[in-house]
């Protein structure tokens, strides 16, 4: 049996009105070719993976750039249809349900009035249930901190279990997943920054909980390192060997600012060095007589 489609979309002309006897009027109309004319059609159905069909699933086509450019849901019996595809290749589709996880995308090409037909399988979702908790990582002056590492532990009494590690990306952004509803704890760390403790709440599953978090600078941590070993001509290593660390001042002149010792290995340190010029000066005394 053929099938009739509408070469043009349905016009309507102007409204006149005819009231003389043997009086006539004209009523033009222009009509327009149907975008559709030769579109093709998606149907199939939209079942779990013991093949039975999932009522009211949602099923979204996009082109070839992931732009979406129709929708549908299924029926009772998961059975869904998307009419007025247009001719093309790199079509892509792909459906979600309550309790199930997003699918597998579905590949596909239509041809000019072509009625295709894909099945699409949803596997359960176990994580469902999971609530997030989402935030921001900023220093005091509102700048974010990056790599940041952000624990999540769950409070139970006096102890606060680790469940979960993730970290800030380049904006200080950060989301991690909470399986389970309780009271929790993030404990926040970056270089250069004292820790921050973060309570968070989790009442109820499937939630989302923003969290935002101020670091405050460690002056000493944000400071640099100097070490090094000091050796003999023989490159020995010189233990319990006096190490002065001077700063280059105005005028290349050498202010000393920190001494120390080395150890048995002649591995010498200094911490919390502010920004800045150096070289150190070593030597070692010993008893005579």
Not at 33 to 42: E, I, T
Not at 130 to 135: E, H, L, T, V, Y
């Amino acid at each position: 049996m053929p099938v009739f489609r509408d070469e043009f979309v349905l016009g309507q002309s102007e409204k006149k009105e005819l009231a003389g006897i043997a009086e006539t009027i004209r009523l033009d109309l222009t009509l327009h070719r149907n975008p559709f004319f030769n579109s093709g059609s998606l149907t199939g159905k939209i079942k779990d993976v013991s093949g039975n069909g999932i009522p009211r699933a949602t099923i979204l086509i996009l082109d070839e750039n992931n732009e979406a450019i129709a929708a549908a849901t299924a029926g009772n019996d998961g059975i869904y249809f998307v009419p007025r595809l247009k001719p093309g290749s790199g079509y892509r589709a792909c459906s979600l349900a309550p309790g199930f996880r997003l699918s597998d995308t579905v590949f596909f090409d239509m041809e000019p009035n072509q009625l295709l037909e894909k099945d699409i399988v949803l596997k359960p979702d176990m994580d469902e249930s999971w609530s997030i908790i989402a935030g921001i990582v900023q220093n005091a002056y509102g700048m974010p901190v990056s790599t940041a590492s952000v624990e999540l532990c769950q409070v139970e009494g006096n102890e606060a279990k680790l469940t979960g590690l993730t970290f800030t990306n380049d904006i200080g952004h950060f989301v991690i997943r909470v399986k389970e509803i309780g009271t929790y704890l993030l404990k926040i760390n970056a270089a250069g920054f004292f820790t921050e403790n973060i309570p968070a709440e989790i009442k109820r599953q499937k939630s989302i909980v923003s969290i935002s978090a101020v670091l405050r600078e460690d002056l000493k941590a944000s400071k640099g390192i100097v070490t090094g070993i000091i050796s003999n001509d023989e490159d020995e290593p010189l233990p319990d060997a006096d190490v002065i660390l001077y700063r280059t001042g105005a005028g290349n002149t050498l202010v000393p600012v920190a001494y120390t010792r080395t150890n048995h290995e002649g591995i010498y340190l200094f911490v919390n060095v502010p920004p800045g010029e150096y070289m150190v000066n070593a030597n070692r005394p010993v008893t005579v007589g």
